[in-house]
């Protein structure tokens, strides 16, 4: 299934990141800085085809997400880069030499300040909050089964933030590759970004460019991942498509369901009682057409 994509290739070791795949930051041969998840992380190696499919998927739906790549790291590099590991337990190892997942870092680290927590006073001062109920039914059909991840960049000068929607490597629950709905999984950690939601116009285009997207589109994208990342077992990966197509009839169903959870996401959205799918799909409602 895999096919030949362009390839860059690690030139320098800048530091180590936070979180559970344990990444690292990397300069590459076109300039530019990737945060490069390993094949030998500690969640496991299917981490790095979803944050492939998921993020080009992401992107293709026009979410702000970084862009992601195929980046070789050289043996030498990690003999020679200290830092370059990876620690499994009661040991550090070499991280894996070979092609890996690079998620190009959001802004010039040099220049840019990016922030990976905002305090609650501040989420107001986010320019671009439409993308989160966006997300949302982004992370609803791909079974995010973490809480979604963002990082706000502040230009120099700027006084507004702007979100990017970063890891995407627990979609299709993480190493599983299956999709273990609940109405929580997914969604951003914090009620306040959901505020401005009144209906179900909050969640395009996203929420159409979904429910219209077909099997060879997303086929097409999944051609590009190499095949070590999901063990080469083609047959697992064709399943994973087949099951992300079916899933598009069901995401306003689990946006439902998150919008009536305990967490009560949606205040401003005031209809009593949530239409089901088949009478919404493909038309707005009455209490979208007052709006």
Not at 94 to 106: E, F, N
Not at 187 to 201: D, H, I, K, P, Q
Not at 245 to 259: A, E, M
Request: hydrophobic share 40%; glycine share 4%.
């Amino acid at each position: 299934m895999a096919r030949p994509v362009e390839v860059i290739s690690a030139v320098q070791h800048t530091r180590k990141m936070r979180g559970g795949a344990q990444a690292h930051l990397l300069r590459a041969s076109d300039s530019r800085f990737y945060v490069t998840k390993f094949e030998n992380n500690s969640q496991a190696v299917r981490v790095l085809a979803n944050e492939y499919l998921a993020t080009k998927l992401g992107l293709a739906l026009g979410l702000p997400m970084p862009e992601v790549a195929i980046i070789e790291v050289s043996e030498w590099l990690i003999q020679n880069s200290p830092e370059l590991k990876m620690d499994l337990g009661v040991r550090a190892v070499p991280c894996a030499s070979g092609l890996q997942l690079g998620s190009r870092y959001v802004a010039d680290p040099l220049e840019t300040a990016v922030f990976d927590y905002l305090p609650e006073a501040m989420l107001n001062r986010i320019s671009n909050w439409q993308d989160f109920p966006r997300v949302l039914a982004f992370d609803k059909w791909t079974g995010n089964s973490d809480g979604r991840q963002a990082v706000f960049v502040k230009q120099p000068k700027e006084r507004r933030y702007r979100a990017i929607f970063i890891d995407q490597g627990y979609c299709f629950n993480a190493g599983e590759w299956n999709f273990q709905d609940s109405p929580l999984r997914g969604a951003f950690a914090r009620n306040s970004v959901y505020e401005r939601v009144t209906g179900w116009s909050a969640f395009e285009p996203t929420l159409s460019r979904i429910e219209q997207i077909d099997q060879p589109a997303i086929r097409n994208v999944a051609q590009g991942i190499p095949p070590q990342w999901y063990e080469y077992d083609s047959e697992a990966l064709s399943r994973l498509i087949e099951s992300l197509h079916q899933r598009r009839s069901l995401v306003r169903d689990l946006i439902t369901s998150f919008r009536n959870s305990t967490r009560k996401p949606f205040p401003n959205w005031t209809a009593t009682v949530s239409r089901p799918l088949d009478a919404i799909a493909n038309k707005p409602d009455k209490e979208e057409k007052r709006e």
